[in-house]
């Protein structure tokens, strides 16, 4: 295990046929050009030096991560922990069909709530924790694409701290490389070569590697 490492947290690209609709879990299809950002998101990894790719089993992630992995010729590992949080019965329903009375509930206790037959904050937090926890202790370069619950947690725990699960998304085809390590993080020349109108949202970060202590309600 090495001292430094980068990681590059993805959420996997727009996708169509879901306006307005609730999705969680349900396998929705990714709209057109979608290969641009796994091209773009390839060119990022190739620059910090990934040689691991992690993906959510979702077709909207797993697609563009068997793209990246076969191009790249890297590892790819599918882990379930990476799945959007479940909305159980809600899925596939138009928001407006879902009870206010309901939605209520859910935003007041984000943490605490799960929808019938779907999945509390709190068990979403303590499987992200987890994987983030386990990725950490490898502290190798690698590269996470995944859905906005999860990446609003990990963003978070970027910080050491808890990730609110009711704070924006960030953006479909959006990348950010975090820098994690006892020192600075050097990417090098190659990532100097990434072109500027990759369709891409890219951000740095730059923090000492810890194993996030998690604690209160989002």
């Known amino acids: ?16 046929g879901a306006e307005g609709v609730c999705y969680g879990q349900h396998d929705v299809a990714l709209a057109e050009g979608w290969e641009r950002m796994a091209d773009g998101l390839r060119t990022v990894m190739q620059g910090v030096g990934c040689r691991i790719l992690f993906s959510s089993p979702a077709r ?20 379930s ?31 605490g709530f799960a929808p019938p037959g ?21 502290g190798q370069s690698c590269a996470i694409i995944t859905h906005g619950g999860p990446l609003r947690l990990m963003h978070g725990m970027v910080h050491g701290t808890a990730g609110n699960l009711l704070a924006p998304s960030p953006p479909m085809g959006s990348v950010r490389v975090i820098e994690q390590g006892s020192t600075p993080f050097s990417t090098g020349p190659s990532e100097l070569r990434i072109p500027s109108r990759l369709p891409l949202h890219q951000e740095r970060h730059r923090s000492v590697r810890q194993v996030a202590t998690v604690q209160g309600s989002t």
Not at 1 to 16: E, G, I, K, S, W
């Open 1 to 16: 295990m090495t001292d430094r490492f980068a990681v590059v947290l993805a959420r996997h690209p727009a996708v169509t």
């Open 81 to 111: 922990r990476l799945r959007e949080i479940s909305f159980g019965e809600w899925e596939g329903r138009p928001w407006s069909r879902i009870s206010r009375t309901a939605l209520d509930a859910w935003a007041a206790d984000v943490s």
């Open 118 to 138: 779907g999945e509390s904050g709190s068990a979403l937090r303590a499987r992200v924790r987890h994987f983030w926890t386990e990725m950490q202790q490898r």
């Open 60 to 79: 909207r992630c797993r697609m563009v991560a068997e793209r990246v992995a076969q191009f790249m010729n890297l590892e790819l590992r599918v882990d």
